[in-house]
């Protein structure tokens, strides 16, 4: 059992260039989300997905696209990467039972530098 | 809107001794609250949760956290602090609807020294 997988784990780009990050899941989770992390701010959310098929804007989605086009797969899209992009992205999925809403599990991370 | 405050970027402790990291939250609904710790180079893993059951939370690795409601607070706690703790800790806060979504504090990054 993977859990939560996310590739590449590093990749340097330079401005203006356009790249995707893959997040998969194992878990048949329902909830799926895309965070970036930077230092002395935690993490924020870029966008989110309750379902197949769906996404929602987050904190911080300018910049960024995402699709669901599978449960189990959640891309992260930048179109024309810039400098303030450059970060460690995290995934993130999560489901809910009839005790509630379940913590999310968390993938290993995404080294993005943006020259 | 929800918001998390984690008072000390950085805090040091030695071996054996006390851990306290200190997390204050602001929510419009009664929060779930969680505690995730990161060690270098990894997500984060959950440590423990609050989802208005009992107001003192037991969590993995001998942490520990109280909700107090009139404090706005979830401050985590392990009596004795041992080296392999060392690393980053995030408190953030999530309220019951649609999507799940976390709010995270800053971090905190505890340092134990011999």
């Known amino acids: 059992n993977a859990g939560v997988t996310q590739t590449p784990k590093f990749r340097v780009l330079k401005t203006g260039q356009s790249m995707t990050l893959l997040c998969a899941q194992d878990?048949?989770?329902?909830?799926m989300y895309w965070y970036r992390q930077d230092p002395g701010m935690g993490l924020r959310l870029i966008h989110y997905?309750?379902?197949?098929?769906?996404?929602a804007k987050g904190e911080v989605p300018d910049g960024y696209n995402v699709s669901r086009l599978k449960k189990q797969n959640f891309l992260l899209g930048l179109e024309s990467a810039a400098p303030s992009q450059t970060s460690v992205y995290f995934c993130?999925?999560?489901?809910?039972?009839?005790?509630?809403?379940?913590?999310?599990?968390f993938g290993d991370g995404t080294r993005l530098s943006i020259l | 809107a929800q918001s998390v405050t984690q008072l000390g970027s950085h805090v040091s402790v030695s071996e054996g001794a006390l851990v306290l990291l200190r997390c204050n939250y602001s929510?419009?609904?009664?929060?779930?609250l969680f505690w995730y710790v990161q060690y270098p180079n990894q997500g984060l893993q959950l440590l423990l949760k609050?989802?208005?059951?009992?107001?003192l939370v037991k969590g993995i690795n001998g942490f520990e956290a109280e909700f107090k409601k009139s404090e706005t607070s979830f401050h985590l706690t392990k009596p004795s602090a041992h080296m392999s703790d060392a690393a980053e800790y995030f408190c953030?806060?999530?309220?019951?609807?649609?999507?799940?979504?976390?709010?995270f504090g800053g971090g905190t990054r505890l340092m134990v020294k011999p």
């Open positions: 997905s309750v379902g197949e098929g769906t996404t």
């Open positions: 878990m048949n989770h329902e909830y």
């Open positions: 993130a999925s999560s489901y809910s039972t009839a005790q509630g809403l379940q913590p999310q599990h």
């Open positions: 609050y989802t208005s059951a009992a107001t």
């Open positions: 953030a806060v999530s309220a019951p609807r649609a999507g799940n979504m976390l709010t």
């Open positions: 929510s419009s609904v009664p929060p779930y």
